[in-house]
Nanobody, 128 residues
Framework: HVQLVESGGGSVQAGGSLRLSCVFS???????????MAWFRQAPGNEREGVAA???????TYADSVKGRFTIWQDNTKNTLTLQMNGLKPEDSGMYYC????????????????????WGRGTQVTVS
């Protein structure tokens, strides 16, 4: 039973920073994590979009709009996925979701929403 719980959202001024966390459980034990994990976001009236993803080997990919500002990583010892967001802009506002794709073997990370099967409830980010 996979569980994902996000936290760390809030309201900040443009140029500020936030660190989002996703605590996960129910994953199979292995020296490398199974599947890929990602952060998506959705603003009112917009479709959900991929922000950052990471595979079990630590390889990452980012949306062009956040490259150089956001960083994703995972901590195997703490069962935590983190998204560090710096230089925030108003257009970064939205509900941020942690997601998991239980792929057994991947050749890299991706931001294809249909592939992600497990989702958290989200944490709100507001930049003014």
């Amino acid at each position: 039973h996979v569980q994902l719980v996000e936290s760390g959202g809030g309201s900040v001024q443009a140029g500020g920073s936030l660190r989002l966390s996703c605590v996960f459980s129910g994953f199979s034990g292995y020296t490398r994590w199974r599947g890929n994990m990602a952060w998506f976001r959705q603003a009112p009236g917009n479709e959900r979009e991929g922000v950052a993803a990471i595979d079990s080997e630590g390889t990452t990919t980012y949306a062009d709009s956040v490259k150089g500002r956001f960083t994703i990583w995972q901590d195997n010892t703490k069962n935590t996925l983190t998204l560090q967001m710096n230089g925030l802009k108003p257009e970064d506002s939205g509900m941020y979701y942690c997601a998991h794709d239980p792929v057994r073997c991947s050749n890299g990370p991706y931001l294809l929403m249909p592939r992600y099967k497990n989702w958290g409830r989200g944490t709100q980010v507001t930049v003014s």
